[in-house]
């Protein structure tokens, strides 16, 4: 007589903190994917840090190295600082996705690749010559080739979409993945599709088949042998919305002229990555708040004077080109001793530099490159939450840098 055995359960794995990151395409949706397990992630309690990344040029061709597109998110049962720097976990879309993020990869990492994007002209578009699924150069790393595209087709077979449709989806079917690996709720992002498409509600459908196709794929194939558990943080109860260093700022200054019953004026030109909290400030004008929007950089920084010398809290926000043109209006303004904020939404790369890669390049122009004896304070904001503080109540920061 034979005996059935229940098939041996799967090990779950806890760990103190992950990094993840969703690369591909532009039209791939990474920004969406990492978005939504970034708010699945806070939902459950854990403490995170994103870093979304966006090719600088403009329609780069589909498939090449100039047009990939990436999210990380980085998130742990204590507190997290920075994005992190090696990579856990790299889902991968195609050939140029992989060759420009594997180096990220930790070595015995997980790799999840769609393979159907890894055909001979994507090979080729991304500069491949041998495809490095076949020629061991991935030996270091756990990968996991996935008929993503092929797999989220058969999902949505029976909602009568076309084939471009339906593989626009392919993004939430890797997100289900991720969402099985780390033992995440799909409700969240349930709701948020049934939300965003509520006049459309069959691509919310397919959207959600697409997510439940690849949760469902983990839990029935043999491909994962191990999930994990990062469990919630540490945090300090209270109410907690997702928001950005940029949309901080903008708060805290309308607090802060709230606070000084002093209106607050912004003159700005736009620049990216700056240009949001010229957007996020015209939005309260019940506030008294003032915006303009200059015709370049030079007029952005002597409208702030003016706003300024007549009575105004005055700020004006840049980047780091547009920190270089500003500078000899910084020293009329510190000549004639008039208070003005000036926000350096930092980029990488010394001119034009790179308008979707945030670092702390221009720090050292922050301090040191005004002309003569023109002494400024510099406030460094550590985090989202900093920037707020920073914004409506410098002196009294409680966890900025200061550079006198």
Known sequence: MATLEAPPRRKKEVLESAVLRFAGDSGDGMQITGSQFTNTTALFGNDLATFPDFPAEIRAPAGTLPGVSGFQVHFGAKDVFAPGDA????????????????????????????????????LKKAQVAVSPLEDHSLAGYRLFPVELT??????????GLDAKSMDRCKNFFALGMCYWLYNRSMDPTYRWLEDKFSKKPVLAEANKLALKAGYAYCDATEAFQVSYEVPPAKLAPGV?????????????????????????????????????????????????????QAEDE?????????????????ITTTSGPGMALKMEAIGL????????????IQRGGPSTGLPTKTEQADLLQALFGRNSEAPVPVLAAATPGDCFWIASRPAGSRSSTWFP
């Open 240 to 292: 907690y919305r997702n928001l950005s260093g940029n949309t901080a700022l903008a708060l805290g200054f309308v607090a802060a002229s709230q606070k000084a019953g002093i209106p607050l004026f912004q003159g700005s030109y736009p620049i990216t990555p700056a240009s949001d909290i010229l957007h996020e400030l015209s939005m309260y004008k019940e506030f008294g708040v003032m915006t303009f």
């Open 150 to 159: 092929k797999l989220t087709r058969l999902a949505l077979r029976d909602l």
């Open 333 to 344: 303004a510190i000549a004639v001793e008039l208070p003005i904020v000036i926000c350096d």
């Open 298 to 314: 030079i007029a952005a920084m002597t409208s702030a004077i003016g706003a300024a010398y007549g009575g105004a809290l005055a």
């Open 87 to 122: 990579v856990d976990v790299l889902v991968a879309m195609n050939p140029a996705a992989l060759k420009t993020n594997v180096g990220d990869l930790k070595r015995g990492g997980i790799l999840i690749v769609n393979v159907d994007n890894f055909k001979e002209v994507d």
